[in-house]
């Protein structure tokens, strides 16, 4: 686990030192206990729960003083590091579907496929919680400007086949799917 850094030249650096050894120690614990979960993405959302719990414990209190704001950077870094692996666990797997091919067979079988893909998520994730309704709004939008430009990408090489009578999900209805899953997510009770 990387620790913290504290100022060695605080008057109290020897109370920091002991209380970031604890908080180090503990997002160790967090972090082995994410394996547990077997499902990364899960893992993630459990690191993501528990790091901003801990980030905001310690900005409302005199640890914030105590442990300095080179921790809290080094904390909060963490925190978006679990972010970015949540995002290339499931959206990210979600996106290499639609990778690039002309011809319109193909490219309609990885839309099925995209969105089969994204409908098990949505279904299996909207039971996870998002402790943080803030935190739940940012991945959102984080995962939309993800998905969306690479699906948007898509539904153009499908116009410009100029197949007639195909239909697709829109664009808008996809983001509007994945808003909604995260709603559900910072709105769920455990």
């Given at each position: ?62 640890l ?13 870094a ?13 959206w ?91 709603k559900?997510?910072?709105s769920?009770?455990?």
């Amino acid at each position: 686990v990387e620790t913290c850094p504290i100022d060695p030249d605080r008057p109290t650096s020897s109370l920091a030192i002991r209380f970031a050894w604890i908080v180090d120690v503990l997002i160790g614990n967090l972090e082995s206990k994410s394996r547990l979960y077997g499902h990364a993405p899960l893992g993630c959302v459990f690191l993501i729960n528990n790091g901003i719990y801990i980030i905001k414990k310690v900005n409302g209190c005199e640890l914030k003083i105590l442990l300095g704001e080179d921790w809290i950077r080094v904390i909060s870094a963490k925190a978006q590091q679990w972010v970015l692996e949540y995002r290339r666990a499931t959206w990210g797997r979600a996106i290499a579907i639609l990778e690039t091919d002309s011809s319109l067979s193909i490219i309609l079988e990885k839309l099925n496929r995209f969105h089969n893909f994204v409908e098990a998520i949505c279904q299996v994730q909207s039971r996870w919680v998002l402790v943080d309704k803030q935190q739940a709004v940012n991945l959102s939008i984080m995962v939309e400007e993800l998905v969306i430009p690479v699906y948007r990408d898509t539904i153009d090489m499908l116009k410009a086949t100029e197949a007639v009578g195909v239909s697709y999900v829109r664009p808008e209805d996809v983001k509007s799917r994945i808003q909604r899953l995260f709603k559900a997510m910072a709105s769920s009770k455990q």
